[in-house]
């Protein structure tokens, strides 16, 4: 189990949000604001070698503050260079620019999901323009009538793919990383939920990435454990560069300590 670091930049600036409360109109529950830049916090992953992080930009694609969160993504980039992926309005047109920038992958989930269904030319689309390795699938999920369903469009619509085990080893020949936020758990500090990790280490044949309620030292064993330490994981809320009690530097100790490479 690896710790991945993020960075979420909302109207430009580094937020942490509760993440069911997005809408079209971007806006949004703000757990945490600050007036450190996307790029000092690049820089603090960077001096700690946690590569793979995820900048997501959580306002609207076209809209006035998006380019602001481009502006301050593209900061980031140029302080941690390949160390960082991102997320938020990217389609084939659009992708390699992000790669141009300094991100390593770029993470989709809306452009490939559409009118609630996978839309697999457009994934072949973007494999040509990027390449596989570039690419990270965002299938973060809702419950629904008791399973999982891959959510767009900030969280708000669900599609008709089930995300279970024998899916994401299907979708696992498309990308090279998937990032999962248990939507439902996000930025609410409540604790994980151990069936989606377990669903997570089963099905994926490549490295995914678990967000979503992670609270306390308890929640990081909890990860470790259900997803057998082959799920690596994220932290938002709880983690004190974003407000939380769950001091930065402990938890890298921890998650070196106790988990191990993969």
């Given at each position: 189990?690896?710790?991945?670091?993020?960075?979420?930049?909302?109207?430009?600036?580094?937020?942490?949000?509760?993440?069911?409360?997005?809408?079209?109109?971007?806006?949004?529950?703000?757990?945490?604001?600050?007036?450190?830049?996307?790029?000092?916090?690049?820089?603090?992953?960077?001096?700690?070698?946690?590569?793979?992080?995820?900048?997501?930009?959580?306002?609207?694609?076209?809209?006035?503050?998006?380019?602001?969160?481009?502006?301050?993504?593209?900061?980031?980039?140029?302080?941690?260079?390949?160390?960082?992926?991102?997320?938020?309005?990217?389609?084939?047109?659009?992708?390699?620019?992000?790669?141009?920038?300094?991100?390593?992958?770029?993470?989709?989930?809306?452009?490939?999901?559409?009118?609630?269904?996978?839309?697999?030319?457009?994934?072949?689309?973007?494999?040509?323009?990027?390449?596989?390795?570039?690419?990270?699938?965002?299938?973060?999920?809702?419950?629904?009538?008791?399973?999982?369903?891959?959510?767009?469009?900030?969280?708000?619509?669900?599609?008709?793919?089930?995300?279970?085990?024998?899916?994401?080893?299907?979708?696992?020949?498309?990308?090279?990383?998937?990032?999962?936020?248990?939507?439902?758990?996000?930025?609410?500090?409540?604790?994980?939920?151990?069936?989606?990790?377990?669903?997570?280490?089963e099905g994926s044949r490549i490295p995914v990435t678990y967000a979503g309620g992670v609270g306390d030292f308890e929640d990081l064993s909890a990860v470790k454990e259900a997803g057998g330490?082959?799920v690596d994981v994220t932290i938002g809320s709880a983690l004190s560069l974003f407000g939380g009690d769950m001091d930065f530097e402990e938890v890298i100790r921890f998650i070196s300590g106790?988990?191990?490479?993969?």
């Amino acid at each position: 189990m690896r710790f991945r670091p993020c960075i979420d930049i909302h109207d430009g600036k580094v937020k942490q949000i509760v993440g069911g409360s997005l809408s079209d109109t971007g806006g949004a529950v703000t757990n945490f604001e600050t007036e450190q830049s996307a790029a000092d916090f690049a820089a603090m992953y960077r001096d700690r070698n946690l590569a793979g992080g995820h900048v997501i930009l959580l306002n609207p694609a076209g809209t006035e503050a998006y380019e602001k969160d481009i502006r301050a993504a593209k900061e980031a980039f140029s302080a941690y260079p390949g160390g960082l992926m991102v997320g938020g309005g990217v389609n084939h047109e659009n992708a390699e620019s992000f790669l141009k920038m300094g991100a390593s992958h770029v993470i989709v989930t809306s452009y490939v999901f559409r009118d609630g269904k996978i839309d697999r030319e457009r994934l072949e689309r973007l494999i040509r323009a990027v390449g596989k390795e570039h690419i990270c699938l965002d299938l973060s999920c809702r419950k629904k009538d008791g399973d999982y369903y891959i959510v767009t469009d900030r969280w708000q619509k669900f599609t008709d793919m089930c995300l279970t085990a024998s899916a994401l080893a299907e979708l696992s020949e498309s990308a090279d990383e998937f990032l999962v936020h248990a939507v439902d758990a996000e930025g609410k500090r409540a604790g994980v939920d151990r069936t989606l990790i377990q669903i997570l280490a089963e099905g994926s044949r490549i490295p995914v990435t678990y967000a979503g309620g992670v609270g306390d030292f308890e929640d990081l064993s909890a990860v470790k454990e259900a997803g057998g330490d082959k799920v690596d994981v994220t932290i938002g809320s709880a983690l004190s560069l974003f407000g939380g009690d769950m001091d930065f530097e402990e938890v890298i100790r921890f998650i070196s300590g106790r988990g191990n490479d993969k």
